[in-house]
């Protein structure tokens, strides 16, 4: 099998990966800052002595919200697989870099469990600044590759980007209230830039 048939085929598990990871990222993004204010609100009027003042809208919007960490948990295992196949047919540092990508995953996939259980979610934080340093140690080592070709090395500068909005998102997750929404934003435009990069990186 060439070299090129095999990045093709390895390229495109890791993009089938990051369409749905994607996918499930941006609608998280939008619902999950929603689902904050709608509980905040709820808790607020309980305070005031009106219950369930949404009429249950924030329990129905939290169920989405488990259905979209569901489907990152699967994009994080599909995106692992190819990365594994990736790496093997890489040498050096790409190979080198690929793999800490691939760590990044295995991070991002365990924090996204430990956010389903309740008040662990500093953990699932904690996994994610450190999954999205890899990533972004990972990036920057593809974005400057002597051997990645021109297309995906344009693809690994948009991902780390994006890992740099993640991260800046991460950090004013802890600003009280207008942290979810902030967080939110810049999430839907990381996951945009992770889709166009790894679709430039398997166009390449």
Known sequence: MTQSLQWSEVTKKVFNGIVLYALAGILLGIFDPIESLVS??????????????????????????????AGLILGCILIFVGLTGFKDILDGADQKAIGK????????LIGVA??????????????????????LLGYSALKSS????????????????????????????FIPFAGDILQGILNIVAYILIFVGWKKIKDA
């Open 114 to 135: 430990v956010d389903f259980i309740p008040l662990m979610g500093w953990i699932s934080t904690i996994l994610g600044i450190i999954a999205f340093i890899y990533m």
């Open 40 to 69: 905040t609100g709820d808790t607020l009027a309980s305070l005031a002595g009106v219950q369930n003042a949404s009429g249950g809208a924030g329990s129905f919007l939290s169920i989405f919200c488990y259905i979209f960490q």
């Open 146 to 173: 002597s051997t990645f070709p021109e297309l995906a090395r344009g693809g690994a500068s948009l991902l780390f980007v994006a890992l740099i909005l993640l991260i800046v998102g991460e950090v004013v997750d």
């Open 101 to 108: 990508v691939r760590l990044a995953y295995i991070l991002v």
